[in-house]
């Protein structure tokens, strides 16, 4: 069972699938401690989740997330005048934020942004830590921390020159720009667009497909897709063989061979 901390982030898991629900409408789900915390003790267990094939990550309301909690800082700076102290607290909550996009690199299970609304700061981070991202066609994006006087965070910088190379992604951290569902899709940023009415329907559609997938097998995948931003092709080639080799030890890679011999759906356990 996977569980949240608190209640501005709702977990529920069905069928193979952990729903993860960004719960602050009222803000716009922007990322408070109290979400921070959660997202880090969520990912956590999930790293270990045996019954958890696919994850799924979305907002309440109509927004997915409009990054940090500015008014929470704006309080925060008027309370304590020491910069340094500040500086600290910001430090504590980055530590959480961070943890938690590693977690989400690292989870055995492929993750799925379904994003509608709002996109903004540590919103993109976290669509851009996830594996596929399907998105409302009224989705709009934007980096935003340069509007706020500071750098981005959340692991953005990393993911982005890599999806969109390093002039568009200077563009977008450096401007600050808000940019369209259309954008994101030309861009590379995100897999599909949907009606915004179908985008649940069409996400649950999706983690469905996922879930009955060789879960051992796509775990294996995504860890290889993210290593080869630092492998060499040396590296890059043990580590596939590797991989191949621990597949075919699992019932799945029997069933899954067995099937196309037989010319039948494969029945995938993940095992």
């Known amino acids: ?41 969520i990912t956590d267990q999930l790293r270990t989740a045996t019954d958890v094939r696919v994850v799924i990550l979305k907002g309440q309301g109509d927004h997915f997330m409009a990054g940090g909690d500015v008014k ?8 304590e005048p020491d910069r340094d102290k500040t500086a600290e607290q910001f430090d504590a909550r980055l530590t959480r934020v961070h943890a938690t996009v590693e977690n989400m690199r690292a989870l055995p299970q492929p993750i799925i942004a379904s994003v509608r ?7 993109v ?24 006087g500071t750098s981005p965070d959340g692991g953005s910088t990393y993911s982005l020159p890599r999806t969109v190379g390093m002039k568009k992604a200077m563009e977008i951290a450096l401007l600050g720009d808000r940019f369209t569902a259309q ?23 999706l983690a469905g497909r996922l879930a009955k997938a060789a879960g051992r097998a796509n775990a294996e995948a995504k ?3 993210n ?7 040396a590296e890059q080639l043990d580590a596939e063989k590797a991989a191949f080799i621990r597949n075919t030890r699992t019932a799945d890679f029997y069933e899954g061979v067995s099937a196309f ?3 039948r759906k494969p029945d995938f356990k993940g095992e």
């Open 261 to 263: 011999a037989k010319k």
């Open 183 to 205: 954008e994101a899709l030309d861009w590379g940023l995100i897999n599909r667009i949907v009606p915004a009415a179908d985008l649940e329907a069409e996400t649950d559609k």
């Open 1 to 41: 069972m996977i569980t949240s901390p608190n209640e501005t982030v709702l977990t529920e898991v069905r069928d193979g699938v952990c729903r993860i629900t960004f719960n602050r409408p009222e803000a716009l789900n922007a990322i408070s401690i109290d979400v921070m915390k959660a997202m880090k003790e």
């Open 223 to 225: 860890a290889l897709l």
């Open 72 to 79: 929470a800082f704006k309080t925060m700076l008027d309370e």
């Open 125 to 148: 981070s976290l669509m851009l830590a996830c594996d596929l991202a399907l998105v409302a066609e009224d989705a709009f994006f934007t980096l935003a921390y340069c509007h706020i």
């Open 227 to 233: 290593a080869s931003w630092h492998n060499s092709l």
């Open 117 to 123: 609304g709002a996109a903004a700061g540590a919103g």
